[in-house]
């Protein structure tokens, strides 16, 4: 069942969606090599829980992170642990809130240090597919044209698009009607209308779209080893258009605006 939520409930997932997108700029911000993800895991938890919020995550169908940490062929689900950060790697951070009853998820895909023109052209079209599936949250369009969107922007640059794994409704619950696949037909599935808050999540690989999950039971790589992308926000589609509740304010950080989504797609 879906439910759509009232402008006060919106209020509320903006409000957790705040501490998301803070704490998640925090940890774009230190992210660097020579860390492991279980030091990023702990400022994530500090974080929340210091500006009065739950990690969703942290017990989530047994899942011991506040965060899911992902490095290179990982695609999403990697638990924070012992693992290093290297210079050269993709990292995919995934963070969700839960404030007041109302959750929030919000990833990145960053670099640690410098990486090679490949992996920096992955993080660019992987987040714009984000970009471009958000400009799709229109009333009146249908669930079909948010991932006929990424998915024609993901393989016109030669990428592949998950199929596994899709996007989700959100709010009292972290994932709740309707799914949301980053793939599709336009103009088919369920009609958006305002109150829907969607949490949009492309998860797009450098070469073939099969994945695999490791024996630790969550980790999820691609089947052939390349390297994978994964952005995500929380957005509210509202009488005034999508509204993204986990927006990064980077002011006071230029060198993270590349990470900032267009005007246009949000308008
Ligand atoms: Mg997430
Ligand atoms: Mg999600």
New binding site residues.
Partial sequence: MVTLKSAREIDAMRRSGKITSHVLTELMKVARAGMTTAELDTLAERGIRERGGIPTFKGYNGFPGSI?ASVNEEVVHGIPGSRVLHEGDLLSI???TTLDGYVS???VTIPIGNVTQHARRLLEVTQECLTVGIAQMKRGNHVGDIGAAVQAHAEQHGYGVVRELVGHGVGRAMHEEPQVPNYGEPGTGMELRPGLVL?L?PMITQAGPKIRILSDGWTVVTADGKLAAHF?HTIALTEDGPKILTLRDFAEDPALERYRPTREAIA
Avoid: L, Y
């Fill in positions: 899911c995934d963070i969700g998820d919000s990833a949490a999540e995500e």
